[in-house]
């Protein structure tokens, strides 16, 4: 009978489609979303925001010392003695150090926050790609048409 037929054809084509979206759904995970996630979570990710917060603190320890240095400043105008004197120089020449340790700090963290800014645009632009063609070699299957005339993507 024709009733059966339909219902027949209508739960192999149902079934059709719930394979090819799990088969999509599947790649896109693997091509797009997994390599995504790793390189959020990523080892030159992880180690630029190492250099950052070494950065944060070492910048606070140099205000620190500036405060230090001024204070010996001011209390050496009112004292002339040579233990003061030694202190101060000792409080600048530790200021000078932390300085350049800043400076130098602050171009490799820098230097690392953009070569993984660099490395993410070019994995995301690839991994959009992936998705593109993934959508253009699929558009004669039923999952991506669902899919395409569902979100939009064309």
Known sequence: TPLVIASDFFGSSHNSIEEEREIFLKILGEQVAEPLRAQITGAPLEDARHLTHRYDKLRQEVEAQVAEVLRRRLKSRGSVSAESSVKLQNAEARLIELKSTTVALGRE??????????????????????????????????????????????
């Open 109 to 154: 963290a820098t230097a690392a926050m953009l070569s993984v800014e660099e490395h993410q645009q070019q994995m995301t632009f690839h991994k959009l790609c992936t998705m593109v063609l993934l959508l253009i070699f699929c558009e004669n299957c039923t999952c991506c048409y669902i899919l395409v005339s569902t979100y939009g993507y064309k």
